[in-house]
């Protein structure tokens, strides 16, 4: 068990337009889910931290404006791009777990691509 | 601040051959977990081996096994039998097992990844 799908996987849009990204945990209730980003041949470094029914804790540098997470239920967490910019453009991950010091699961990732 | 270091950004090993990789990292915390994650060309993280920092015995993961020195800060990836398919980045990751208060809780710092060559 354990399985995390994240949906699109790939996305090419113009410039201002707002992205949603899924991730579901679809075996498991995830309490906590990451919101990761991952630039060419880089790490992966964490965006924001979800947890089921409250705000998510955004890293210092990211824009919460920006970046909106949402973890309305224990199977799902979605990201919105908004108004997208070609900086923009990445490699996006999210992983879910049981709790926050439960393992994390991650999904496959969406290539954001903003033309 | 927890740092994890990955000095060797590429690595190649002949198929069938050992290869080792390191993975320094850096915390005043006693209680910790530490991962060795794979990304292949597909991008999909997966776990290869986990630490918890409180036993002393070396985890081990079928071909995979780790070299964990406490006092050193050091936690390296030992693959035997590399095969084709190993072929990927690889990621050493540190997660506290502490609260943090007012700060993120559980979340995985991840070192900068080596990129693992099998040749056949």
């Known amino acids: 068990g354990a399985v995390v799908s994240q949906h699109p996987s790939r996305v090419i849009c113009k410039s201002g337009t707002s992205v949603k990204i899924e991730c579901r945990s679809l075996?498991?209730?995830?309490?906590?889910m990451f919101w990761y980003r991952q630039f060419p041949k880089q790490s992966l470094m964490l965006m924001a931290t979800?947890?089921?029914?409250?705000?998510?804790?955004?890293e210092q540098g990211v824009e919460k404006d920006k970046f909106l997470i949402n973890h309305a239920s224990l199977t799902l967490s979605t990201l919105t791009v908004t108004s997208a910019h070609p900086e923009d453009s990445s490699f996006y991950i999210c992983?879910?777990?049981?709790?926050?010091?439960?393992?994390?699961?991650f999904g496959d990732g969406t290539r954001l691509s903003i033309l | 601040a927890q740092t994890v270091t990955q000095s060797q950004p590429e690595m190649s090993v002949q198929e069938a051959e050992t290869v080792t990789l390191s993975c320094t990292y850096d915390t005043s915390e006693s209680d910790y977990y530490l991962f060795w994650y794979k990304q292949p060309p597909s991008r999909q993280m997966i776990l290869v081996i986990r630490?918890?920092?409180?036993?002393?015995q070396n985890a081990t993961e079928n071909r995979f096994s780790v070299n964990f020195q406490k006092a050193a800060k050091s936690f390296s990836l030992k693959i035997s039998d590399s095969q084709l398919g190993d072929a990927a980045m690889y990621f050493c990751?540190?997660?506290?097992?502490?609260?943090?208060?007012?700060?993120?809780?559980?979340?995985?710092?991840f070192g900068k990844g080596t990129k693992l060559s099998v040749k056949p």
């Open positions: 979800s947890n089921e029914g409250s705000k998510a804790t955004y």
């Open positions: 630490q918890e920092a409180y036993k002393q």
């Open positions: 992983s879910a777990s049981r709790g926050w010091d439960q393992p994390q699961h």
């Open positions: 075996d498991f209730q995830a309490t906590t």
């Open positions: 990751a540190y997660r506290s097992s502490s609260w943090n208060y007012g700060g993120s809780q559980g979340n995985l710092i």
